[in-house]
């Protein structure tokens, strides 16, 4: 169950946030960036952490995306947190850089988070890549990837589906599904702007193959992460022991060492190199 304890021991556990963070957080005003917002709103006083609300109206769905942003704006006020809005025209940007619109969304949206990172980090004389963006993918998200990734013949790296921290960015409920965000709302009370339609996969499989599947895709991309870092570090140690740089543009590797690795370290090997 999605509680403010269980949330803290998250987030302690992962090292995700440490007293006095600057965090910029993307609300859209559904019902996981909702949970975000209100569970580190909870905690800020706490971690003397300070929140940053920034929201994308992407050009698209007209008076609903209007009604999407006054909602985050108020909700924010309600809270006594800082709000950005930032407006693009994403069928436009899309076209222009022959991208699909989801792929121009996301890039826009970390542009945004950068702009008001880089912002806070001007006037309050701090080093912007220490800001951290928080962003509100939870284990349902985490599923969709894995089965995604999955489909397309990905390796062990994408089997790892989303990572809990990637450098600034943290995702404090990835560890919660979308059914616990959804009851944790209803608890508290607060409504949001919309559900969000998914895909049939999941209800199918949940129906059909195994009712624990999204906690199960959870835990096999935790395995699968650690067995990527195990595979990357044991390519690193072997390249340093058996890579030889000869010139600028010019390295040596030593073939019957490669050639007594197991394939898939031999695989990392020569990604690495």
Known sequence: ???????????????????????????????????????????????????????????????????DENYVKKFCEKLDICFFSFHYDIPGIAKEHKLSEEEAGRKMRYEAFESVSKDIALKEGLDYNKIKIAVAHNKNDNAETILHNLSRGSGISGLKGILVRNKNIIRPLLAFSRDEIEDYLKRNSIDYTRNILRNEVFPILEKNVNSNVINNFYKSSKIAAEADEFFE?????????????????????????????????????????
């Open 1 to 67: 169950m999605l509680d403010i304890d269980t949330f803290s021991h998250f987030i302690e556990d992962n090292n995700l946030i440490e007293k006095k963070d600057r965090i910029v957080l993307g609300v859209s005003g559904g019902a996981d960036s909702i949970c975000l917002l209100h569970t580190l709103s909870r905690i800020q006083k706490a971690l003397e952490i300070r929140l940053f609300v920034v929201h994308i109206n992407h050009g698209i769905r007209g008076e609903e995306a209007s009604r």
């Open 233 to 273: 570090s044991s390519a690193i140690k072997f390249c340093e022991k058996n890579l030889k740089i000869k010139g600028k543009y010019e390295f040596l590797l030593d073939k019957e060492a490669l050639l007594n690795e197991s394939h898939i370290i031999s695989t990392y090997i020569i990604r690495y190199t």
